[in-house]
């Protein structure tokens, strides 16, 4: 499974091992500023539910669920400045996931119609 994205600023990707990882997207940071804290919570939740929470130098923003789904683990070793910089590579991951459903990552799209969401015009949207 390629990245996936949400138009919550979320992607989603299939690891190696085949688990599910999601983590914000570059325009996500482009909009928050720098990123400086994670809390994300541990517990079942539904399409469009705060996940948790990211603080940076601009506000604290909610991270909403791309499609019903169990949280497994949160990143807390997440490396802030790897974050900042590609918050798009794998490792940056901030949660650890399982749909409820496997038809819930029908909810999401792919990178190109990210970025036509987007309007086109983000420079470091995916490609």
């Known amino acids: ?7 919550n600023h979320v992607w989603v ?3 190696e091992e085949g688990k ?4 914000i997207t570059q325009h996500a940071i482009d909009e928050l500023g720098t990123v400086s804290y994670f809390d994300g919570y541990d517990a079942d939740t539904k399409l469009d ?5 990211v603080e940076s130098n601009k506000t604290v923003a909610d991270i909403y669920a791309p499609f019903d789904l169990r ?6 070793d997440i490396n802030y400045d790897k ?18 459903d496997i038809s819930g990552l ?3 799209i ?5 970025k036509k969401f987007l309007g086109g015009q983000v420079e470091n949207s995916p490609t």
């Open 1 to 7: 499974m390629n990245k996936q994205y949400s138009k």
């Open 13 to 15: 990707t299939r690891t």
């Open 20 to 23: 599910f990882i999601l983590g």
């Open 49 to 53: 539910e705060s996940m948790g929470t």
């Open 71 to 76: 949280i497994v683990k949160c990143n807390n």
């Open 83 to 100: 974050l900042n910089d590609d918050p798009e590579q794998d490792e940056c991951w901030l949660f650890e996931i399982l749909p409820d």
């Open 106 to 108: 029908s909810n999401l």
């Open 110 to 114: 792919t990178a190109e119609e990210y």
